[in-house]
């Protein structure tokens, strides 16, 4: 059976930095959506709260966190999920994402994502973890692929692989991290798009672009420069595999002008455009 | 090695203590097992410091980043031995008071932990949960011989410090780019901090209102108020025009 996907929003957005809050309101067209860092913005009340509410009435938005744990082992954290519901509820966004890694465990909490091996356990004990959430939630969610600084020997699947029979088996989607892609495979050795070649194009809801530090004998997935031009060029390709998908320019630390970062957005939105154009009919 | 085992041992290795099961099973294209876990450790360690400052910015600035740094690895520490479910950033003020305690080169800065706490204040008073409409119409409805028992009850973003420093100016000092000379002057005093139009702010409090709204927050009622203030209608008008106390609630009586 063809799974019917309603896409509620479209084309190229930006993650929401408190000090853009004005501009990104105020950028009219140039902006077709916001993605929230959760983390950031998971308060009861106060200008934080208030600014999401503004934003809401211009623009689409998504929820993007990195507090669900759901490779971990220790029980999930249900007055999180209680309150990422609420949120995700008030302010109605499209979709909300997280990430394929452990950080928090138990009492001890991480702000870093931990990678997980690519085995058969860690792909049934995520599994079971992301049903339980999108049972919670009422809602499929979007796991993202983590940017590695380690891989394990005893892994028995390919990244790609995992990833695919993943949202396959727990029937969410996948948010596509261009640049965590690039830089696993320079730190890892993991052929980008090999990885890319092996994911179900009616599972890729989202892609992000981000900029990466160089540190020569490895790469650190920084969010703090202009999206670097192999991943532009994996863009492009991962555009002509799964055409039209809404895309986010992520830019975190040292961060600039909104401007330079629109103009990130328009050759994303460019890219996108191409593609759209040159598919194949079907 | 199982799941559960290997993250057991991760986090073991990135808390310093090292694993070899672990180590084994370690790849990657161009460093070695030790380097791979030391990049995560320092990742860790700069991502934490770099949150801590956010919350405590005049706090970071003062220590400077190298003692900050090692005061967040500290935290980080702390957050381990104590296993802590509160927000990230709480406590930081108890360590340093600590800190300030037991180490020669903090001496000249006494003050930080009462600093931490002002900026901890202004957090919780920023991210606090709306208030209700003010509502004080169902006073009306309080019988006179009840009313000894009445409550107020304090905006959710109202909190109320005891100092000795004068970190509110020390505070205020550091908002601008060249912040100027500090003059410390150790006297115990209130400060109350609040929002206003969601924005923070601080300010100096007389004794007698420092010791209502303390009672306020208590939980004391209007008998308890006023035996310990005596001008306690005059200050209960500011404290409703200024919306520090938003309505009153009568508690069930449990004498009958």
Redesign the interface.
């Known amino acids: 059976m063809c799974e019917k996907i309603h896409w509620s929003l479209a084309g190229t957005g930006v993650g929401l930095k408190s000090c853009h809050v004005d501009d990104i309101i105020n950028a009219g067209d140039g902006i077709r959506w916001v993605e929230i860092l959760l983390e950031q913005h998971l308060f009861n009340g106060g200008a934080a709260l208030h600014d999401l509410e503004r934003l809401r009435c211009n623009y689409p938005v998504t929820l993007h966190g990195t507090g669900l744990a759901l490779g971990s082992f220790a029980p999930l954290d249900m007055d999180y999920l209680a309150r990422l519901k609420q949120m995700a509820n008030n302010l109605e966004v499209s979709w909300l994402s997280d990430h394929v890694s452990f950080g928090s465990l138990g009492q001890f909490f991480s702000h870093e994502l931990l990678p997980l091996p690519y085995t058969e356990e860690a792909l049934d004990h995520i599994t079971a973890r992301i049903s339980q959430v999108q049972d919670y939630l009422g809602r499929r969610i979007l796991l993202e692929n983590p940017a590695c600084y380690l891989g394990f020997n005893h892994s028995t699947i390919s990244e790609g692989e995992f990833l695919a029979e993943m949202a396959q088996r727990a029937d969410c989607y996948l948010l596509l991290d261009l640049n965590n892609c690039y830089v696993t495979q320079y730190n890892l050795g993991i052929d980008a798009q090999h990885t890319l070649a092996q994911l179900p194009a009616r599972r890729v809801r989202e892609i992000h672009l981000a900029g990466f530090d160089d540190h020569d004998t490895y790469l650190l997935d920084g969010h703090n420069t202009p999206v670097h031009e192999p991943v532009w060029t994996l863009y492009e390709q991962a555009q002509q595999q799964f055409t039209a998908t809404p895309t986010l320019i992520e830019w975190e630390h040292d961060i600039p002008p909104l401007s330079v970062i629109l103009g990130e957005v328009s050759r994303a939105q460019h890219i996108m455009q191409q593609a759209i154009k040159t598919r194949r009919p079907y | 090695?199982?799941?559960?085992d290997?993250?057991?041992a991760?986090?073991a290795e990135?808390?310093g203590h090292p694993n070899a099961e672990l180590r084994?099973?370690?790849?990657?294209?161009?460093?070695a097992?030790e380097q791979?876990?030391q990049?995560?450790r320092d990742?860790?360690a700069k991502?934490?410091t770099?949150?801590l400052a956010q919350l405590y910015p005049v706090t970071a600035q003062l220590l400077g980043p190298q003692l900050f740094h090692a005061l967040s690895q500290q935290y980080g520490h702390h957050?381990?031995d104590t296993?802590?479910?509160e927000p990230?950033g709480t406590g930081l003020a108890s360590l340093l008071k600590h800190c300030t305690d037991s180490q020669s080169t903090l001496q000249n800065l006494q003050f930080l932990p009462e600093l931490a706490s002002l900026e901890w204040a202004r957090n919780l008073a920023?991210?606090?949960?709306?208030d209700p409409p003010q509502d004080f119409d169902s006073l009306i409805y309080v019988p006179e011989s009840e009313q000894y028992r009445l409550r107020l009850v304090a905006s959710?973003?109202l909190q109320l410090l005891r100092c000795h420093w004068p970190v509110l100016d020390i505070w205020n000092n550091y908002q601008h780019d060249h912040p100027g000379k500090l003059h410390l002057r150790y006297r115990a005093h209130w400060l109350c901090v609040y929002?206003h139009l969601?924005?923070p702010r601080a300010e100096t409090l007389s004794d007698s209102l420092g010791r209502l709204l303390k009672g306020i927050l208590q939980g004391h009622t209007l008998y308890q108020l006023s035996r310990e203030v005596p001008d306690l209608n005059q200050h209960l008008t500011l404290l409703i025009s200024r919306r520090w106390i938003t309505h009153v609630e009568l508690p069930p009586d449990s004498s009958s």
């Open positions: 090695m199982h799941l559960a290997l993250q057991t991760l986090r990135l808390d084994q099973l370690i790849t990657s294209a161009s460093l097992p791979c876990l990049l995560y990742l860790l991502t934490r770099r949150a957050l381990v296993g802590t479910v990230f920023w991210t606090a949960e709306e959710q973003a929002r969601d924005s």
